[in-house]
């Protein structure tokens, strides 16, 4: 009887030792696993962080060339007025000088 008893006890005692022998190994198959992805989040928020700061500084210079642009098309917008102008007055301006100039007909006199 404690033969066989001894025997029953070990053999639980084993199952259970293995049943431990295979959840250790998962455990450390996690825990690698785990460490992989801690590393490939730190690797990338790493790689997120310069990306971020490479946008903000395309994205400021965007907004400068934007307000350069906005900037010469209205100046040229001005210039372009302002020239308008001139030729109207150059042309209005010429049309007087030529009435001026023109000689007089004999009804004038």
Same mark, same amino acid.
């Not at 825990?31 to 590393?39: D, T």
């Given at each position: %009887?404690?033969?066989? @008893?001894?025997? @029953?006890?070990?053999?639980?005692?084993?199952?259970?030792?293995? +049943? /431990?022998?295979?959840?250790?190994? @998962?455990?450390?198959?996690?825990?690698?696993?785990?460490? /992989?992805?801690?590393?490939?989040? *730190? &690797?990338?928020?790493? %790689?997120?962080?310069? &990306?971020?700061?490479?946008?903000? *500084? /395309?994205? #400021?210079? *965007?907004?400068?060339?934007? *307000?350069?642009?906005?900037?010469?098309?209205?100046?040229?917008?001005?210039?372009?007025?302002?020239?308008?102008?001139?030729?109207? &007055?150059? +042309? %209005?301006?010429?049309?007087?000088?030529?009435? #001026?100039?023109?000689?007089?007909?004999? %009804?004038?006199?």
């Amino acid at each position: %009887k404690w033969p066989l @008893l001894f025997s @029953l006890f070990f053999s639980g005692i084993e199952e259970l030792c293995s +049943k /431990r022998e295979e959840l250790n190994r @998962l455990i450390q198959q996690e825990e690698a696993e785990k460490s /992989r992805l801690q590393h490939d989040i *730190r &690797v990338l928020t790493e %790689k997120l962080s310069r &990306v971020n700061e490479s946008l903000a *500084r /395309r994205l #400021a210079a *965007r907004a400068d060339f934007d *307000r350069t642009i906005a900037e010469t098309e209205a100046a040229y917008m001005k210039i372009l007025e302002s020239s308008q102008t001139l030729l109207s &007055v150059l +042309k %209005k301006e010429t049309g007087n000088l030529t009435k #001026a100039t023109e000689p007089r007909s004999n %009804k004038d006199h």
